[in-house]
T-cell receptor
């Protein structure tokens, strides 16, 4: 079945450091890929998405490129802030069949802690 | 505008009790999803509604779990005879259209269920 694997956390880094969170997936179809973020005390919210190979999603300084050849969707940010401290989830939605209905398959999440 | 709301936010139940969890999706959203999130894990799909029709309930863990959306708006997830392994955060999400894999899902804050 479909699955998402992302790097374990916590990832601790200093303000203005470069952040990378690795995400790889397996899917029998041709999925859409997402990064969701959960800030402390808040619900999940979409950070960015990409729906086809070589697409780059971007938002709030974060970027991720849909790499079909390596089945990856790594999240990057060039200079993190304390306010980026959160749990980040990589997810896919498979369009293999019409009854997939867009249900999301999530990774386990990566906690990111940014210190001043 | 109002986002997805869920109630109660916290629920403590004794083992064997029945519980009902409510989700109010964003007004006009056609698709509604329920997910279960265990501690330290990513959300797992439970069930999907398109308007009032439950089109996918493949993720419901047992026949003790039941979901409905009778008028195509508010949804209720009911768990009968709760067990300790049911302890988790239950997330509701909605999206504008018929649940295509490229669509953004908007998540509620979740209901944290603790079964003693």
């Amino acid at each position: 079945g479909d699955s998402v694997t992302q790097m374990e956390g916590p990832v601790t880094l200093s303000e203005e450091a470069f952040l990378t969170i690795n995400c790889t997936y397996t899917a029998t179809g041709y999925p859409s890929l997402f990064w969701y973020v959960q800030y402390p005390g808040e619900g999940l919210q979409l950070l960015l998405k990409a729906t086809k190979a070589d697409d780059k999603g971007s938002n709030k300084g974060f970027e991720a490129t849909y790499r079909k050849e390596t089945t990856s969707f790594h999240l990057e940010k060039g200079s993190v802030q304390v306010s980026d401290s959160a749990v980040y989830f990589c997810a896919l939605s498979d369009r293999r069949t019409t009854d997939s209905w867009g249900k999301l398959q999530f990774g386990a999440g990566t906690q990111v802690v940014v210190t001043p | 505008g109002a986002g997805v709301s869920q109630s109660p936010r916290y629920k403590v139940a004794k083992r064997g009790q029945d519980v009902a969890l409510r989700c109010d999706p964003i007004s006009g959203h056609v698709s509604l999803f329920w997910y279960q999130q265990a501690l330290g894990q990513g959300p797992e799909f439970l069930t999907y509604f398109q308007n009032e029709a439950q089109l996918d309930k493949s993720g419901l863990p047992s026949d003790r779990f039941f979901a409905e959306r009778p008028e195509g708006s508010v949804s209720t997830l009911k768990i009968q005879r709760t067990q300790q392994e049911d302890s988790a955060v239950y997330l509701c999400a909605s999206s504008t259209s018929v649940g295509g894999p490229w669509e953004t899902q908007y998540f509620g804050p979740g209901t944290r269920l603790l079964v003693l």
